[in-house]
T-cell receptor
């Protein structure tokens, strides 16, 4: 099946620094990628929809200036958490659509972000 | 918006038994419903999709049913194994077919 690679798997950073997370579709082209955040024992919360070559669409309540998304190619989307604070600590997961109408999503392995 | 309910309590079963997980939704019936498996510290993995006009779908030891009258999907794992222990998420498409996920139910299969 299709593979989505996400890096890094985990990152620890100091408060106020920025962290970039990469999401790559390895064997298919993904015009649309999704970024989710998940807190322990909670459901995946959609943060934004990333479209290749255009601006991302952010969900209500997600600060677009804090969570910068770039989808410069058909195989790469990045999420940058700017000026990270402890409340940004969470599990971030990307996914790419494979097929019509998002009938099958392939997820990255996730990134555990811990902000000290 | 769609509200998805999955049992938040973990399901503990003995190896070899059939595990049954429930997914209920509250609003409109979706065009399809998906089930994913998520292991701790990992991203979800797609398992099955069932469409609104399908009553049942099978894949190896997995079986999914979809009752649009009850607004419910049941997910069965037959002959369960300890390796089946994970959290199982159901998801329904919302606007622009972007999936909304339930909280998931943790399954623990004891040897």
């Amino acid at each position: 099946g299709a593979v989505v690679s996400q890096h890094p798997s985990w990152v620890i950073c100091k408060s106020g620094t920025s962290v970039k997370i990469e999401c790559r579709s390895l064997d298919f082209q993904a015009t649309t990628m999704f970024w989710y955040r998940q807190f322990p024992k909670q459901s995946l919360m959609l943060m934004a929809t990333s479209n290749e070559g255009s601006k991302a669409t952010y969900e209500q309540g997600v600060e677009k200036d804090k969570f910068l998304i770039n989808h410069a190619s058909l195989t790469l989307s990045t999420l940058t958490v700017t000026s990270a604070h402890p409340e940004d600590s969470s599990f971030y997961i990307c996914s790419a659509n494979f097929g019509f109408a998002n009938e099958k999503l392939f997820f990255g392995s996730g990134t555990q972000l811990s902000v000290l | 918006s769609q509200k998805i309910e999955q049992n938040s309590e973990a399901l503990n079963i003995q190896e070899g038994k059939t595990a049954t997980l429930t997914c209920n939704y509250t609003n409109y019936s979706p065009a399809y419903l998906q089930w994913y498996r998520q292991d701790p510290g990992r991203g979800p993995v797609f398992l099955l999709l069932i469409r609104e006009n399908e009553k049942e779908k099978r894949k190896e030891r997995l079986k999914v049913t979809f009752d649009t009258t009850l607004k419910q999907s049941l997910f069965h794992i037959t002959a369960s194994q300890p390796a089946d222990s994970a959290t199982y998420l159901c998801a329904l498409p919302g606007g622009s077919y972007i999936p909304t996920f339930g909280r998931g139910t943790s399954l623990i299969v004891h040897p």
